[in-house]
């Protein structure tokens, strides 16, 4: 609640902060004053003179120009409002499905003298892939237009990579990659899976959904005697979505979203992948 408060305390200020300006009516004649309150539905603008005194008129009194500046500051105070804008982002399993892991284990030895041959199933995979999806809902008087939507997907991947030390001791010995005593290590990843798109103007009353790309997850679950080899597993972290746009007056606005909350206190926003 004191987030919500301090954040209308902001825009007020921010209202209040918009320096004069010289607006033109339809009929040559100019005005210096500043926009107080524009109601997209009404089109009826209030403004401050510089002599203090406020006027309620219809924007379509002024210039094609000062109409496009009124607009273009409501939609950034209603940009910045909760309950103007609102959005919801939410989690969703794409699908899960599982596969066999294979490996050509011909000419393997068994220990016994012998040798494998052919393609085996060693272990099963499960693959679940997921995105976020950004519910976005403009519930405000006037259309939003060239909004930036940027997106992040942290999430954590274990890959197989040889043992160092065992590694070492096979070269010594002259013992052969192909061997099935070969010792993997599980060693964790973190990732990240970003991008962004300009949207389409959102209307008033109007909504859309964005979809952030799909991360799939790997759970791989050896059979014997390779539990100790290439058991993998990974984990979703959550996702991370910031809308801008520019204020009439050049300002960036930011709003942002994650899922969980704590993603944005857990990960920078631009974090360095792990190679």
Do not use: C
């Not at 599982?98 to 011909?106: G, N, P, R, T, Y």
């Not at 693959?127 to 909004?147: A, C, H, M, R, W």
């Not at 993997?184 to 899976?193: M, R």
């Amino acid at each position: 609640m004191k987030k919500l408060i301090l954040l209308f305390t902001l825009i007020t200020l921010s209202a209040s902060a918009v320096e004069y300006r010289t607006f033109t009516a339809q009929d040559g004649r100019t005005l210096k004053a500043k926009v107080l309150a524009y109601n997209g539905t009404t089109g009826q603008v209030q403004i401050q003179r510089e002599d203090k005194k406020k006027l309620t008129v219809a924007s379509a009194a002024f210039s094609k120009k000062d109409q496009t500046y009124i607009a273009a500051w409501q939609a950034a105070l209603e940009f910045m409002a909760p309950g103007k804008l609102k959005l919801e982002l939410k989690r969703n399993e794409v699908k899960s499905f599982k596969k066999d892991h294979e490996a050509d284990l011909s000419k393997i030895k068994t220990g016994r003298g012998g040798e494998r041959d052919g393609i085996e199933i060693i272990a099963t995979d499960k693959n679940t892939q997921y995105k976020f999806d950004l519910q976005i809902e403009n519930k405000g008087s006037v259309p939003l237009n060239k909004v930036t939507y940027e997106y992040r997907v942290y999430y954590e991947q274990e890959k197989p990579v040889k043992d160092a030390e065992d590694e070492t001791r096979r070269k010594e010995s002259g013992e052969k990659d192909t061997d099935e005593r070969v010792r993997y290590n599980a060693v964790n990843e973190n990732k990240v899976k970003d991008g962004s798109a300009r949207l389409k103007p959102i209307n008033p009353k109007d909504s859309k959904v964005m979809s952030t790309g799909i991360v799939t997850i790997l759970k791989r679950t050896a059979g014997k005697p390779y539990q100790d080899k290439i058991n993998l597993k990974g984990s979703l972290a959550g996702a991370w979505v910031k809308l801008t746009m520019k204020s009439p007056d050049g300002e960036t606005l930011v709003r942002e979203v994650a899922s969980p909350a704590s993603i944005m206190k857990k990960f920078p926003w631009d974090p360095v992948e792990e190679k």
